[in-house]
């Protein structure tokens, strides 16, 4: 298992509130990024970060935004949560350079009633 | 554009029989090839990768991968199948450039039955 955190890792709810998924890493990784995993299991790039006060937004728009303050730490806010926001979310990251494979976090499953 | 394709969506295999799950890719230049395993509520777990060398990458789990350029192919293999090999796999290709950024594949389910 790689040394990849995310809290919480279940979370239900309502509509309008504001969260926060917290995902920290203890590698040493620069790049950093978040998944959405919709309900047929295909995997969205929403964020990435190469690394300290860079982030980029990814592949599918997300109304969540995200802050890379320090190496280890990569969070994700939603400021007003709604039901369309319910996926799971996965964090990974990884070493600069060619070869280094992406290391996953075990995830966030997110539910916004 | 890059894109990774896994044609089955499910694969079922009876236990101790072989299994493949496949996977194709587009890539410019040469390709940087990856296997993942989702369990249930759980993250991805890296199986193994083809970067350059040897095209038969073998990985953890018993698993081996071989990567064929001319197919564009880089499919998922393991001599013998394990009911706890039954899982979500997912093919992913590294984008070109220094973002570290993966294509994934939609995912194949594979059932390994007893």
């Known amino acids: 298992e790689a040394d990849i955190y995310q809290t919480p890792r279940y979370l239900v709810i309502g509509t309008g509130k504001k969260i926060t998924l917290e995902c920290s890493q203890t590698?040493?990784?620069?790049?950093m990024y978040w998944y959405q995993q919709d309900p047929g299991m295909e995997l969205h790039l929403i964020h990435y970060?190469?690394?300290?006060?860079?982030?980029e937004k990814g592949d599918l728009s997300s109304e969540s935004t995200v802050s890379r303050i320090r190496t280890e730490h990569f969070p994700l806010t939603l400021e007003s949560a709604r039901p369309s926001h319910t996926s799971q979310y996965l964090c990974?990251?990884?070493?600069?350079?060619?070869?280094?494979?992406?290391?996953f976090g075990p995830g966030t499953r997110l539910t916004v009633t | 554009a890059q894109s990774v394709a896994q044609p089955e969506d499910q694969v079922n295999v009876a236990e101790g029989n072989p299994l493949t799950v496949k996977c194709t890719y587009s890539?410019?230049?040469?390709?940087?090839l990856f296997w993942y395993v989702q369990y249930p509520n759980r993250g991805l777990q890296f199986l193994l990768k083809y970067i350059t060398g040897d095209n038969l990458v073998k990985g953890s789990y018993g698993f081996e991968a071989e990567f064929n350029k001319s197919q564009t192919s880089f499919h998922l293999k393991k001599p013998s199948a394990l009911v706890s090999d039954s899982a979500l796999y997912f093919c992913?290709?590294?984008?070109?450039?220094?973002?570290?950024?993966?294509?994934f594949g939609q995912g194949t389910t594979l059932q390994v039955k007893p």
């Open positions: 970060s190469y690394g300290v006060n860079s982030t």
């Open positions: 992913a290709v590294r984008v070109s450039g220094n973002t570290g950024k993966l294509i």
């Open positions: 590698m040493g990784h620069d790049k």
């Open positions: 990974a990251s990884n070493l600069a350079g060619l070869s280094y494979e992406q290391y």
């Open positions: 890539v410019s230049g040469n390709p940087y």
